[in-house]
Structures are given as C-alpha cells and as structure tokens.
C-alpha cells in the first residue's frame, strides 16, 4: 500500500472535513426550501447582497487585493446563486 506525506494527510484530513460540513448545509438547505421555501430564497438572496457590499465597499477579506477580492465576491455570489438554483430543484424532486 502507498503511503502517504505527513502534510498531505493533513491536507486530505481538511478536504475531508469540508465535505462532512457542505453535506450537513445541503441537508439543512434542503430541508428549509422544502418547508419555507420563499423565506430561505429570501435569506439567501439578502445574504448575496451582503457578500457583495462586504466584499466590495466594506473591504471583507482586507488581506487580499482589490482584485483579489472582486474575484472571492464573484466567486460567492455565483456558489450562493448556484445554491439556490440547485436546492430549488432538489427540494422540488
């Protein structure tokens, strides 16, 4: 059997915890836009405004770059969006 680095298991240990946590929020999503679906569109909806001001004119994120940041908000309101859409169809089924 291979083995594998002392930093690499870190590493794959992270990814592993990442994956436990985005499945338990997809449950949760799922759930909400099953039982309220207009008000968890709503919050998610208010949340993507609020990412966009924080990491534009608030300056979330103030290790970064300007255009590091822009990227980061553009990359969260797209995975926020894509949220919606996606828990939309699931709890839909």
Partial sequence: MD???PDRAVMIRLRARL????RAAWFGLVHAM??????TEAYLTA????????????????DLTEAERAMLGAEVDAGLA???????????G
Avoid: N, Y
């Fill in 3 to 5: 083995t594998i680095a």
């Fill in 19 to 22: 994956a436990v946590v985005e």
């Fill in 34 to 39: 099953r039982t309220q679906p207009a008000e």
């Fill in 47 to 62: 949340e993507r405004a609020k990412c966009a001001e924080g990491f534009g004119q608030r300056g979330w994120a103030a």
């Fill in 82 to 92: 894509g949220l919606i859409a996606d828990a939309k169809a699931e709890a839909q």
